[in-house]
């Protein structure tokens, strides 16, 4: 059967005119020719559009000058600050419970208000609050944790809740895949992987920087450094903001101003 398919810059897809089947003498099989069909695919879009700008704390962001090499702007990010520290199956419900899932990102006041609720789930063993009473945003701008960290739902709520919160950067030993996957297209927060299980070795409190041109994590107060894995091609699109930004910036799909 012979096939072909393409995909132009306005997403219209064409399929070829024949699906050919060879005969054979058994199969009494012959040639079908099926019409051309087009399919104009609809325009992509998704509730990450229109998101908040989130208000993680940084130390050197990118320049405006380094905008146009997206690679160069995220290697030169670096994220400075107190962690929080959890351990393994930090699951999606314990990230941002299920009623909060009626709050709507792309409205600023539901973006803060769902950020104060980030990691309320998690169980009354976690002494330390994520947030204090009255607050809106954490003081914590870094999470460390164990392995399968973001497991449960696909809800993209969980890392828009971190970085509503003002988390910048997690940094666990594994991941679940969809957890991974939505902090990429939302741009909310960088799922950093460790090589060890420095949820282990740091403790909730601890001033932390990392470094992701160095791929390294520094534990200021044990004076212990990290190696960690590099975010490779994630990089750049958390950087610009998540998966729409990034494809409009380069070139992808037209800018809002185009």
Known sequence: MATSATVSRN??????????????????????????????????????????????????????????NPSSAANSTTFHGLCYVVGDNIDTDQIIP???LTLVPSK??????????????????????????????????????????????SREHAPVALGASGVAAVVA???????????VATGEVYPLESEVRICEECKTGDVVTVELAESRLINHSTGKEYKLKPIGDAG???????????????????????
């Open 173 to 183: 030993e594994s991941y679940a895949r969809i957890f991974f996957r939505n902090s």
């Open 11 to 68: 997403f219209t897809r064409s399929f070829s005119s024949k699906l050919l089947f060879s005969p054979s003498p058994s199969s009494g099989l012959h040639f079908i020719r099926l019409p051309i069909t087009s399919i104009a695919a609809k325009p992509l879009t998704s509730h990450t559009q229109g998101l908040a700008p989130r208000t993680a704390s940084l130390v050197s962001r990118a320049s405006a000058s380094s905008s146009s």
């Open 108 to 153: 600023p006041e539901e973006y803060e208000q769902l950020g104060s609720y980030a990691l309320i789930g998690l169980p009354a063993s976690y002494t330390t609050r994520f947030i204090e009473p009255n607050e809106i945003k954490t003081k914590y701008s870094i999470v460390i944790a164990g392995s399968n960290f973001g497991c449960g739902s």
């Open 98 to 100: 299920a009623e909060y």
């Open 236 to 258: 750049p699109v958390i950087e610009a903001g998540g998966i729409f930004a990034y494809a409009r910036q380069t070139g992808m799909i037209p800018s809002h101003s185009a």
